[in-house]
């Protein structure tokens, strides 16, 4: 069966390396992989075109696809536009709700190539490798109500917390799962001192646990875990969390590895669609200068490849070429060390897709 691709480059850096993604697409097709891939528009690029951050074409065109490769939204051209639901950011957010996107997978390994690029010292992140679980369709991000509006004379701005069990029990699933096939360690994140949504939380892991009986589960308040994080990274296997801390976790996850421009990520429904996304944003200070590090989004290919193609030798295989291109010492600027010579985003490219083919 041809498994169709869906590419969406979107705005800022996101053209530049999601230029690289379809070549390393071009070269799985003359390795045999049976895909047939579709660009598209979203975020700031489909609001200039549509007036729409997804415009229904592109959400149709997601819909039928098996996987949608996206690059990265926003800027600060899309800023000040004042309604929200026109933002670049939404078009994201209304892929992920409307294909029920809520398993997302983000995992922070680090090259050991790249120990020296951490802000760590090396001997805190050599042979790190955590996969961060967050929760992507539900809780602060499109909880109602929501809104800003005027109280007793004044402006108030307002969010609604929220999880149900069942929200909370798949997204537990999804990380006691995955637990089992890695570390068999698995840390709640929460807030559970303080917030009741998040002490239905860790209610609803506790309940699970003992269907996952191989699976150690502990928890752990949030601020500690961004504490923890940077103080002994390794002691992390399996993060589970909800949307907002995941978002900001995965951010701090990704710099122990180096750079953000190295987290790929996969967000997952329940029928193996996926969306693969790099975990960096649209990057505008470092936009049109071909200087972006393409290799989150290359490995967010290996992600789609792994999750939703069933395609683990090609995948392996683009892993692999990451691998010898740093051993070789090539470096873009965001994860070279000092002294070291470094190359922009087409060269990168280059580099990866000469190492996939000798592979
Ligand atoms: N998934 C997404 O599309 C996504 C994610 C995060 C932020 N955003 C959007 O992106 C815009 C910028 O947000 P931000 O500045 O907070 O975050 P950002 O991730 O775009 O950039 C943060 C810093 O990391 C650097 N960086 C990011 N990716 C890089 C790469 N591949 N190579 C080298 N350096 C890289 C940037 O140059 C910047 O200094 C905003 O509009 C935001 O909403 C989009
Ligand atoms: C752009 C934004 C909506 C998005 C998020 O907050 O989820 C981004 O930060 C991410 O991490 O994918
Ligand atoms: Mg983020």
Redesign the pocket.
Known sequence: MTHKVLLLP?D??GPE?AAQAARLLKACQQAGLDIEVEEGLVGGSAYDVHGEPLPAETLEKAKAASAIL?G????PKW?KIEDLSKR??KG?LGLRKNLGLFGNLRPAMLYPQLASASSLKPELVAGLDIMIVRELTGGIYFGQPRGIEVRNGERVGFNTYIYSESEIERIGRVAFEMAQKRGKKLCSVDKANVLEVTILWREVMERLAPEYPDVELSHMYVDNAAMQLVRAPKQFDVVVTGNMFGDILSDAAAMLTG???MLPSASLNESGQGMY??C???????AGQNV??PL?MMLSVAMMLRYSLNENALAERIEAAVGSVLDDGLR?A?IASTGMQTIGTDAMGDAVLAAFAKQ
């Open positions: 979107g800022g850096i390396i996206l990265a939204v926003g800027g800023d670049p950011e994201l750079s953000i421009g996304e790099p960096h944003g649209s990057a505008p200070d470092i972006a590090n989150a873009t965001d």
